[in-house]
């Protein structure tokens, strides 16, 4: 019997999941929050800055292997013959020449522009603007392969923000690497970033890497858009790899370190959407659906069908989900975090009253406290959902945190209209889960009218597994069947999946998908009333979708000139 590891660093914590390959079975798992990023260290929200310190993945990632290894047993762990990683991403970092993080070393420990300036970092708007303009007057469009709309959600827009605000970062940087590639890179004992295997996944979805152009764009086009960034791109990759391949063993170091074997093979790594979908046993033309702070939505299809280009999506790559597949992704910025928002929205006043009360004491505020913070996001679901279709005439746009599908714009802002002196927390809150949800039919319309079949969706992450009215609400608005993977750690047992084939105890991805997968738990099904009294509603959100789109745009404009 073999054993694999995945690893999922998600948004908030890592986890780590130690399966047999034989058959996927979960045999230990553990999670690891994030102690700085919980504290808010190096983040300003109301200047869309995230920023999260190198330390917190590493003891995270000690952590939960050796969480892992304890529950298991040193038989058990003897035998663990690969570990996979899945990160957030365009989650970016600037190096040393030995690939070290700057935030690392004694000159940068405290410095968020020497950090991993995380997925949501959204302080690059205008240089995103920039390198669209840019592209758009190229001989090649380097953006094309990217939906025709650089992000800055994305690795060169970041990479040329920092170099701009940050003097000494820029001088000190050799390189910049993304999150998934560096933690494979650290495990191997890597010291020199020039030989790191950069994973195609995050290559091609983000840092505009294509086989046509034979890997980054060149240099002149980087000294065109600004001449601070001359040289760095020879200074990078022009290869890439799919992540069954291997990027080394586990380094005697970090063997040690984790109580596992040197022999054990680490493969390159990925996104956490684009693994996360293997994990829930995607299949071509089936959109799957990576529900949690935001959403990532993948399709794959197979190489040998036509290629066309997907207008307005986050990438389309081969071999970025499933080797000798093409992968499309796209997504919402925002999905579970515009629920939290709007918890925290009534939460803070409560929690401030009950501190400032003279009727209970110390000990019963904070038992009403901690009741309240866990509680009330799932009751206000649960309120909502005895609401009627169409919020009593609220209608709401999701782009609290931009808009990063259909058409990119992180920019755009998020809306509540249509309220009067009857509209309920209820009303409004539901209003924001039917916008989540009319915002994924907008994602698969878009496929749809570009030419992408869509057979199917597949659901998971924590809202799908979580909020069974939330699915059926968006079952009901896309008029579609949608399953939801049985696993609540899909993303973890994407990454065991790929290290299972990099250990070479599967041949291929789809077998061992086909082993290791572990089907679904619930479908949801269309209610044929509930989708004719969603439709009505969702032209209401398209006509504001349109409205908000221009005036927003509009006043862009405006602001530029």
């Not at 840019?134 to 170099?163: H, M, N, R």
């Not at 910025?333 to 009360?357: C, H, T």
Request: hydrophobic share 40%; glycine share 8%.
């Amino acid at each position: 019997m073999d054993y694999v590891i995945g690893i999922d660093f998600g948004s908030d914590s890592v986890r780590a999941l130690l399966v047999n390959a034989a058959d996927g079975q979960e045999m230990a798992s553990a999670v690891h929050q994030y102690s700085r990023w919980k504290k808010g260290l190096y983040c300003d929200p109301n200047k869309s800055q995230f920023r999260q310190h190198p330390q917190d993945y590493t003891e995270g990632l000690e952590q939960t292997i050796k969480a892992c290894v304890q529950q298991v047993g040193h038989t058990i762990a003897e035998r663990v013959r690969g570990i996979s990683v899945d990160t957030t991403g365009s989650t970016i970092v600037a190096v040393n020449r030995q690939g070290r993080p700057l935030a690392l070393t004694n000159d940068f420990s405290s410095n968020p522009n020497a950090m991993f300036v995380l997925w949501k970092d959204h302080t690059a708007t205008l240089e995103a603007d920039e390198i669209n303009q840019l592209c758009s007057q190229w001989p090649t469009d380097y953006s094309k392969y990217v939906g025709g709309i650089y992000s800055s959600e994305w690795f060169w827009a970041k990479i040329l923000k920092i170099s701009r605000d940050d003097v000494a970062v820029r001088q000190s940087a050799y390189s910049w690497v993304e999150h998934c590639d560096w933690i494979s890179f650290l495990l191997t004992g890597g010291d020199d970033v020039t030989q790191l295997k950069a994973s195609r996944c995050a290559a091609g979805h983000k840092a505009m890497w294509h086989e046509s152009w034979a890997g980054l764009p060149p240099n002149d086009f980087f000294v065109a858009l600004d001449p601070l960034l001359d040289g760095l791109v020879d200074r990078m990759y022009q290869h890439t790899y799919t992540s069954d391949k291997p990027a080394g063993t586990l380094s005697q170091e970090w063997a040690d370190r984790l109580g596992l074997s040197s022999d054990v093979v680490v493969g390159v790594g990925a996104f956490d959407a684009h693994m996360g979908a293997v994990g829930g046993e995607i299949k071509p033309n089936y959109l799957c659906k990576i529900m949690g702070t935001s959403t990532c939505d993948i399709v794959v299809i197979p190489n040998s069908e036509e290629e066309r280009l997907v207008k307005g999506i986050c990438g389309q790559v081969k071999g970025s989900v499933v080797p000798g597949m093409l992968g499309l992704e796209a997504g919402q910025s925002a999905f579970g975090d515009v629920y939290a928002w709007y918890a925290g929205l009534i939460r803070e006043p409560m929690i401030n009253a009950i501190r400032q009360s003279d009727v209970i004491s110390v000990e019963s505020k904070e038992k009403l406290i901690a009741e309240i913070t866990e509680k009330l996001l799932m009751k206000l679901v649960r309120a909502s959902s005895k609401e009627e279709i169409g919020s009593g005439g609220v209608v709401s746009l999701e782009w609290m945190n931009g808009r990063r599908t259909p058409d990119a714009n992180q920019r755009l802002r998020g809306a509540i209209t249509g309220l009067n002196l009857g509209s309920s927390s209820a009303k409004v809150f539901r209003s924001l889960l039917e916008a989540t949800c009319y915002g994924a039919r907008k994602i698969v319309e878009r496929f749809v009218d570009e030419g992408i079949e869509i057979r199917g969706i597949i659901a998971l992450g924590g809202v799908a597994q979580k909020s069974p009215e939330i699915m059926q609400m968006m079952a009901d608005v896309m008029n579609r069947s949608i399953s939801v993977v049985r696993s609540q750690q899909t993303c973890a047992l994407g990454a065991a999946i790929f290290a299972a084939v990099c250990a070479e105890i599967h041949p291929s991805i789809e077998e061992a998908m086909q082993k290791m997968g572990q089907g679904f738990q619930r479908e949801y099904h269309p209610i044929a009333s509930a989708v004719h009294a969603y439709e009505a509603h969702y032209q209401q959100y398209c006509a504001l979708y349109a409205n908000m789109d221009n005036f927003q745009q509009q006043m862009i404009t405006d602001e530029h000139e």
